[in-house]
């Protein structure tokens, strides 16, 4: 499998917890005075546990998120093109009826002259 087709939270896991381990290596071998290298798997183990399960929920709020903001800006695009569509079409009329007022005033004009 490719390094590049592992989920990315995955990815992040597995890269921390090494760095982790390499630490955790360190330390036990040079400054720890009494260290049982039998827990040392286990830690390894209980690490990757702990920081794959925050990494895959952090990863998967964060796609929630993202998914919510474009929900919204996409609603909002919406909305802003049907308050176009409607001051289009309010125009439009406000322009029919300014004519029927025109035309009606010059008619009542006439009749009046007459």
Do not use: C
């Amino acid at each position: 499998m490719k390094w590049k087709q592992i989920p990315r939270w995955l990815r992040d896991t597995i890269s921390v917890v090494v760095a982790m381990s390499v630490l955790l290596v360190i330390y036990d071998a040079f400054f720890a005075k009494h260290v049982n290298w039998a827990l040392v798997p286990l830690q390894i183990v209980v690490a990757f546990l702990a920081v794959g399960v925050w990494s895959f929920f952090s990863y998967r709020s964060q796609q929630k998120r993202r998914l919510a903001e474009a929900q919204k800006k996409a609603a909002a695009e919406k909305r802003q093109q049907q308050r176009q569509e409607q001051q289009a079409l309010a125009a439009k009329e406000a322009a029919v009826t300014r004519q029927r007022n025109l035309a009606r005033n010059q008619a009542h004009q006439q009749h009046r002259h007459e």
